[in-house]
């Protein structure tokens, strides 16, 4: 794991309204290394290379923890950025890579002695309870402990102590799927394309987190030339491409990349300025 990332307060203690976000998992649904593959990417020394499923952790200027998704990674992501605490996780949709590892929320119960809210737009709320029905059954035997989870609908922005998260529309396929802005920062993963409500949610938005999966065409990710257009046009200071398959090496990608435009990768933690 990158040294640069002591995980956990990262970012915390710095003074007026700053906050954090810790990538956890920068990698597609396969994760990278991908599962009997000996591709170059995949048996890369570059700890850059190895990518967790999609993931990221949230540090807001009141010292509030957020997990965005609960990748099937989480336990080994959570014990590698020695994560100890979780105040509320965010769902972006309801795809395998992002809710799996649900589970693990038991452990953030038992450490902080409380229910954990977890908020998703409608459908994705609804698939949760299908994919977790045993979570939410009441008839489930509690023997082996259950994730003692509240889940809330998201129709709107969030107020989550002093601050507000805006959820951010976005396609992914023909899917509508959720990014969220959190201050002057962006996380949109899992995108192939921006509707015209989400561009005015975008303004003002110095560090831009966006899908790029690879250089070829997929029907639901953009691709890094798309994604290039996306951050030419809403003009970041800082960007940072995420949910990576094993096309893309991370060095090379990079140095072929503009300035301020990089592949984020585990580990990597950025601050962004809440107001
Ligand atoms: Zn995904
Ligand atoms: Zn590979
Ligand atoms: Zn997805």
Known sequence: MESATPAGPTGASSPGATASLLFLGTGTSHGVPMIGCSCAVCCSADPRDDRFRPSVYVTLPDDT?????????????AIRARIARVDAVLFTHGHADHVLGLDEIRRFNHLQRERIPCYADPATAAELRRTFAYIFDQQTPSGG???QIDLFPLVGPLCLGRHEVVPVPLWHGRRRVLGYRFGRLAYLTDCSELPEEAWPLLEGVEVLILDALRHRPHPTHFTVAQALAVVQRL???RAWFTHICH?????????????????????????FRWD
Not at 65 to 77: A, H, N, V, Y
Not at 247 to 271: N, Q
């Open 145 to 147: 402990g259950l994730p």
């Open 65 to 77: 923890r957020l997990l965005i998704d609960t990748s099937p990674d989480l336990r080994l992501q």
């Open 247 to 271: 096309d893309l090496p991370h060095a090379e990608t990079t140095a072929a990349l503009p300035a301020g435009v990089d592949l984020a990768y585990d580990g990597l933690s950025v601050e």
């Open 235 to 237: 003009g970041p200071a």
